[in-house]
């Protein structure tokens, strides 16, 4: 993870920096929420069940939502000097592990708080499956009677985490003010959730993510064999348990498809990194698995990208 650190402070920093003249320290319409320092309540169908606060700027938030069926963390990055800006209100950048991570993972392993430390910035970093598993894949599962339970995990990212972050925190509660960004199955996740809501994102950037995975045909063979692998392997549900069958349910995989939908990313600040599969100055040792997954990727992005290119939509 290592390697993507630079890409995330250059990311930080354009979602604190690249929004209108003002944005950051204009003053709220309404009492800002929580003006002192940080508490966190129930709100938006979000049951708060535990805070853990590491420092003045790190916490870690437990919270139960009837979507997900289970207790699920929630890593939150303040900006410096929250506490002593009371009237301030701050952009929000939503930062996604990858398979089998957890919403640790970009603290412990990919410095985040500080890389973002110089930015007026929160940084938030949900847990995106249960102890390190295979992962929700962003959707609302087809199966709900799965291990899982319920698994509306898009359900919960959009219609609850989001506004109950806007309840909680002093953010910049519209589009401008927020940004979304992954690494691996959490780069498919930022690209799938800028493209399905794009009302709620300025920017998005996938670090070795799948924006594609259902227009061109090369690329839905690998996207469906490592899912279902995951599914299987790592999550322990039959297959098909999140998108449905591609025989039957070939609409829903569409509609999950970031590339299929691209459109709605215009006009949209989009970020694409991506290795090939070869070690790079950062593998030790070789990882046939993990270059053979970065392959996968880099395909899906290879794809992705000219087809951005063939649309007119700009992306770096």
């Excluded at 966190?40 to 979000?46: N, V, W």
């Excluded at 003045?56 to 289970?70: E, H, K, Q």
């Excluded at 780069?187 to 799938?192: K, P, R």
């Excluded at 322990?236 to 070939?250: C, D, H, I, L």
């Amino acid at each position: 993870m290592r390697r993507f650190v630079h890409r995330v402070s250059w990311l930080a920093a354009a979602a604190a920096l690249a929004l209108p003249a003002g944005v950051v320290a204009a003053a709220p319409a309404r009492p800002p929420a929580n003006a002192a320092s940080a508490a966190f309540a129930d709100a938006d169908g979000l049951h708060v069940l535990g805070v853990q606060q590491f420092d003045d700027r790190d916490y870690n938030v437990r919270v139960l939502s009837a979507d997900i069926g289970r207790p699920i963390n929630v890593r939150i990055l303040l900006p410096a000097g929250y506490a002593q800006h009371p009237h301030r209100r701050y952009p929000v950048l939503y930062l996604f592990h990858g398979t089998s991570g957890f919403a640790s993972d970009w603290v412990k392993s990919g410095h985040a708080e500080q890389t973002t430390a110089p930015y007026p910035l929160i940084t938030v970093m949900p847990e995106c499956g249960f102890d390190g598993d295979g992962g929700f894949w962003f959707t609302n599962w087809v199966d709900r009677t799965t291990s899982h339970g319920p698994s509306q995990f898009e359900s919960y990212l959009i219609d609850q985490l989001i506004p109950w972050v806007d309840h909680n925190l002093r953010t910049v509660a519209a589009r401008r003010g927020r940004a979304v960004a992954g690494l691996s199955q959490g780069g498919y996740g930022s690209a799938e959730m800028a493209a399905r809501h794009p009302d709620l994102f300025a920017a998005m950037a996938s670090f070795s993510g799948a924006p594609e995975i259902d227009r061109d045909p090369d690329v839905i063979v690998g996207a469906t064999a490592v899912i279902e692998a995951i599914a299987v392997g790592d999550d322990r549900v039959p297959p098909g348990s999140m998108f449905g069958s591609r025989a039957t349910n070939e609409i829903n995989w569409q509609g999950h498809d970031p590339s299929t939908l691209m459109t709605n990313l215009r006009g949209m600040g989009i970020y694409l990194w991506t290795g090939t599969g070869a070690p790079g100055p950062y593998d030790s040792t070789p990882d046939p698995a993990a270059s053979g997954i970065e392959f996968l990727v880099y395909e899906s992005t290879r794809h992705f990208h000219p087809h951005l290119v063939e649309a007119g939509i700009p992306s770096f």
